[in-house]
């Protein structure tokens, strides 16, 4: 078998979904299948259904002999284009800022420690007059 080096989007995989123009995906293979519609044992529905998705699991499901392997090899037109994944970048923060973060915590804490102080207090002298009146 010749090497493939045709690569199709699945979006244009996808256009090609009509009885006379009919391209479909299996194991990362595009298939043209147009010629091959009226003699599909399945039927044409079969194969415009699969049109515009991977249809490996449905090739799969349907337990296609070796013959209909060899046969489907002739219809082979190139290969489904793998879409690159997007990797966020990573963002290095410089160890300046990093120490910019811890110092503004620091700071915060140093600032409104009060606030705690203050309910721990309250929630004291009233716990203390509560179980003065008992």
């Known amino acids: 078998m010749p090497t493939l080096t045709k690569l199709y989007p699945m979006q244009e995989v996808s256009l090609h979904n009509s009885q006379d123009d009919c391209w479909v995906t299996i194991d990362g293979k595009v298939y043209d299948v ?23 699991d449905e090739f799969e499901d349907a337990g296609h002999s070796k013959t209909a392997r060899e046969l489907m090899e002739s219809f082979c037109i190139g290969e489904l284009e793998v879409p690159t994944p997007l990797i966020p970048e990573l963002e290095i923060v410089p160890n300046k800022q990093q120490n910019d973060i811890v110092e503004k915590i620091k700071d915060m804490s140093k600032q409104y420690w009060t606030v705690p102080v203050a309910v721990v207090g309250i929630s004291v002298v009233a716990s203390f007059l509560y179980s003065r009146r008992n």
């Open 34 to 56: 147009s010629s091959y519609m009226d003699e599909h044992p399945g039927g044409d529905d079969v194969l415009l259904a699969a049109t515009g998705k991977d249809a490996t």
